[in-house]
T-cell receptor, first 113, second 114 residues
Framework: AQSVTQPDIHITVSEGASLELRCNYSYGATPYLFWYVQSPGQGLQLLLKYFSGDTLVQGIKGFEAEFKRSQSSFNLRKPSVHWSDAAEYFCAVGGGGADGLTFGKGTHLIIQP | DAGVTQSPTHLIKTRGQHVTLRCSPISGHKSVSWYQQVLGQGPQFIFQYYEKEERGRGNFPDRFSARQFPNYSSELNVNALLLGDSALYLC?????????????FGSGTQLSVL
């Protein structure tokens, strides 16, 4: 069965500092991997996705993520966070087909002034 | 073009009642999926509909059902509501079945069961 682990429930970062959110997955084949962001009371916005090819993927809002097959990880990074980045971040895995996406429990990002 | 639209945005029901939530996919999208997001958790896949048939289902009881109409819109139905059904229900559409790489989410319907 596929699963996603986001080890950090909350992360606090100072504005302007760098950010890394961790994601580990379990999947039987080559996964499709995603990072989504959710603001309070809102739906999910796709930040970036990985299917194949270059293991470093670029997304919107200055985010990037690196796929490491040997570590079953897909960590999200941003070199300098802005106050508007405060939100809930979800990592997800899927393989296409009819089984949908499996999401982690999320990491709540807090930005300190 | 409009994104995925869901209605209503908020809903309050009591235990034992029935509820229907609605979703209109992005124009041209033929597949609709439903997810349940309980407070403090990530979304959980309920099922996917394509060409008016259920194509995949997560670990949800038969109280959860859905329909897809010829215009590809969808309704999620939940019978005999429980307090634990309180959640944000997200609809997502994609051009074809299983196209998770082109999956777009609506803003959700917040269901409160009292």
């Amino acid at each position: 069965a596929q699963s996603v682990t986001q080890p950090d429930i909350h992360i606090t970062v100072s504005e302007g500092a760098s950010l890394e959110l961790r994601c580990n997955y379990s999947y039987g084949a080559t996964p499709y991997l995603f990072w989504y962001v959710q603001s309070p009371g809102q739906g999910l916005q796709l930040l970036l996705k990985y299917f194949s090819g270059d293991t470093l993927v670029q997304g919107i809002k200055g985010f990037e993520a690196e796929f490491k097959r040997s570590q079953s990880s897909f960590n999200l990074r941003k070199p300098s966070v802005h106050w508007s980045d405060a939100a809930e971040y979800f990592c997800a895995v899927g393989g296409g087909g009819a089984d949908g996406l499996t999401f982690g429990k999320g990491t709540h990002l807090i930005i300190q002034p | 073009d409009a994104g995925v639209t869901q209605s209503p945005t908020h809903l309050i029901k009591t235990r034992g009642q029935h509820v229907t939530l609605r979703c209109s996919p992005i124009s041209g999208h033929k597949s609709v999926s439903w997810y349940q997001q309980v407070l403090g958790q990530g979304p959980q896949f309920i099922f996917q509909y394509y060409e008016k048939e259920e194509r995949g289902r997560g670990n949800f009881p038969d109280r959860f059902s859905a329909r897809q109409f010829p215009n590809y819109s969808s309704e999620l139905n939940v019978n005999a509501l429980l307090l634990g059904d309180s959640a944000l229900y997200l609809c997502a559409s994609s051009p074809d079945m299983g196209m998770v790489e082109k999956l777009f989410f609506g803003s959700g319907t917040q269901l409160s069961v009292l």
